[in-house]
């Protein structure tokens, strides 16, 4: 029922930007925070951002503030991650996952705390 469906990936230089896109279906969009994670090979899951649905509220890591942005498209049940000045160490499966957080508080960066997740893209930054 519920499916997220990530697009936007691919192969860019450094210094350029990359805009990923996750439309979601199968439940109440503004019930949930959508999350994107990366992970590079040999790496854990890392938590990039997440926006809270329900009112604007966006959260990011603390080394990509001011780089990576997200926004959404409530009428399309789409979520962006506009990803800007790129570098070769961006480089991985970028995941975009979503948690109901009207019922309990969450931690946005935890991955275990999404119920759903996107197949992911490949995120490929060349030097």
């Known amino acids: 029922e519920v499916q997220l469906v990530e697009s936007g990936g691919g192969l860019v230089q450094a210094g350029g930007s990359l805009r990923l896109s996750c ?8 019930d949930y925070a959508i999350g994107w994670f990366r992970q590079a090979p040999g790496k854990g899951r890392e938590g990039v951002s997440c926006l ?12 990509l503030k001011g780089r990576f942005t997200m ?21 991985a499966v970028y995941y975009c996952a979503a948690v109901d957080e009207s019922q309990y508080a ?21 030097s």
């Open 23 to 30: 439309a979601a279906s199968g439940f109440t969009f503004d």
């Open 52 to 63: 809270r649905l329900r009112d604007g509220a966006a959260f990011y890591a603390d080394s």
């Open 71 to 91: 926004s959404s498209d409530s009428a399309n049940n789409t979520v962006y991650l506009h990803m800007g000045t790129l570098k070769p160490e961006d480089t």
């Open 106 to 126: 969450f931690t946005w960066d935890d991955f275990t705390e999404y119920d759903y997740w996107g197949q992911g893209v490949q995120v490929t930054v060349s």
